[in-house]
């Protein structure tokens, strides 16, 4: 069985400052976990995959990911929030193409 | 955004109407999803198909009925829908194990 829970369903941030979006998982497996990003009105769009290579995985537009075994956990990250990355961010964990979890998403909000 | 194509963007439909969404996929893939995506809940995984086989039903009710004629086309057929199936329908393409690439999505209304 595999579970994924986005522990916020808001943040909120002031354009500049730093972006932590948090995500616990539960698989019987070793995992591959994936952050997307969706903007309104669209598709999602893949910011980053961590598939057991490297435990830090840079993604698009500035985003990256720590894979953390014992604490179960890929949390998203980012420097310094922009405008642009308001939007609801989705962590999943899968196992195969079948198996695919998705997180209950978290709505970023950037405060000019 | 060009590599999952959905049509139309948006579509309303009486509860007795018959219609079709439509996905195509310029990747190369050979497996296809359809999922559900409504207010407040979890992206739902309703179908798969891998090589145009169906692989996963994910006990969605028969009103929905999805057909893939070759690896690059999936459709959803719509009958007798209810207000409660109103929502983002998202088709989605795979080559690799796991990564998935979305389409745009289908905002359908159901009166």
């Known amino acids: 069985a595999q579970s994924v829970t986005q522990l916020d369903s808001h943040v909120s941030v002031s354009e500049g400052t730093p972006v932590l979006l948090r995500c616990n998982y539960s698989s019987s497996y070793s995992p591959s976990l994936f952050w997307y990003v969706q903007h309104p009105n669209k598709g999602l769009q893949l910011l980053l995959k961590?598939?057991?290579?490297?435990?830090l995985v840079k993604g698009i537009n500035g985003f990256e990911a720590e894979f953390k075994k014992s604490e179960t956990s890929f949390h998203l990250t980012k420097p310094s929030a922009h405008m642009s990355d308001a939007a609801e961010y989705f962590c999943v964990v899968s196992r195969g193409y079948q198996k695919v979890t998705f997180g209950t998403g978290t709505k970023l909000q950037v405060i000019p | 955004e060009t590599g999952v194509t959905q049509t139309p963007r948006h579509l309303v439909m009486g509860m007795t109407n018959k219609k079709s969404l439509k996905c195509e996929q310029h990747l190369g893939h050979n497996a296809m999803y359809w999922y559900k995506q409504s207010a407040k809940k979890p992206l739902e995984l309703m179908f798969v198909y891998n090589f145009k086989e169906q692989t996963e039903n994910n006990s969605v009710p028969s009103r929905f009925s999805p057909e893939c004629p070759n690896s690059s086309h999936l459709f959803l057929h719509l009958h007798t829908l209810q207000p409660e199936d109103s929502a983002l329908y998202l088709c989605?393409?795979?080559?690799?194990?796991?990564?998935?690439?979305f389409g745009p999505g289908t905002r359908l209304t159901v009166l």
């Open positions: 961590y598939t057991s290579a490297a435990t």
């Open positions: 989605a393409s795979s080559q690799e194990k796991d990564t998935q690439y």
